[in-house]
């Protein structure tokens, strides 16, 4: 397995401003992804993280609202921009850890508020 | 589009009851089905299926995949009040793709 850990656990923000989520793993892996899960709904994954190059985004998700970055195997951030109450969600972000099974482990998640 | 359905949605239940909770998916690809348990935010992985018809047991909790049907179940038996979470089944793409379908949950509550 691996251990994750996310910065902020918990954060409540202005609408129109931004916010930066961190995403650290315990060792190097090469697929990070990040999740979106919205009150009451399940996990919707906004985009892969690249290490070296841009991120692939999910459709609904753009760059401008969502930027990501990944400047190594262990660690990637994902920006909130420009927030409204519907960015009130729980942001996770989720590693693969490969081997036989390639399973896919989660961050502690951090939750969002938007007034 | 890729689906996942779970069901139920909720379950309230005694402790010491046994559940069982159903996924069913219609998925362009399938490489694996993944079950996790979500107590307060973060999904923690319980198992992974592949192969059909072959259990997979950790404790109280066991899963088993029917591809044939399409679907999964996830049985707890003799629960007990920590088991009190959302149980998410989740769909793994083919080979080179790792993006997770995951269903809506099943919300288990168990109460002494």
């Known amino acids: 397995s691996a251990v994750i850990s996310q910065k902020p656990s918990r954060d409540i923000c202005q609408r129109g401003t931004s916010l930066t989520i961190q995403c650290q793993v315990d060792?190097?892996?090469?697929?990070m992804f990040w999740y979106r899960q919205q009150p009451g709904q399940s996990l919707t994954l906004i985009a892969t993280a690249n290490q070296g190059s841009e991120a692939t985004y999910e459709s609904g998700f753009v760059i401008d609202k969502f930027p990501i970055s990944r400047p190594n195997l262990t660690f990637s951030t994902l920006t909130v921009s420009n927030m409204s109450p519907e960015d009130s969600s729980i942001y996770l972000c989720?590693?693969?850890?490969?081997?036989?099974?390639?399973?896919?482990?989660f961050g502690p998640g951090t939750r969002l508020t938007v007034l | 589009e890729d689906k996942v359905v779970q069901s139920p949605l909720s379950l309230v239940v005694h402790e010491g009851d046994t559940v069982t909770l159903n996924c069913s998916y219609e998925v362009t690809n399938f490489r694996s089905l993944l079950w996790y348990k979500q107590e307060k935010k973060a999904p923690t992985f319980l198992f992974m299926l592949?192969?059909?018809?072959i259990e997979k047991k950790s404790g109280r909790l066991s899963s088993i995949l029917d591809k044939k049907e399409l679907s999964s179940i996830l049985n707890i038996t003799a629960t007990q009040t920590g088991d009190s979470a959302i149980y998410l089944c989740a769909v793994a793409p083919g080979a080179g793709s790792y993006q997770l379908t995951f269903g809506k949950g099943t919300k288990l509550s168990v109460i002494p």
């Open positions: 060792s190097q892996v090469t697929m």
């Open positions: 592949t192969s059909s018809g």
């Open positions: 989720s590693v693969v850890v490969q081997g036989i099974y390639n399973e896919q482990f």
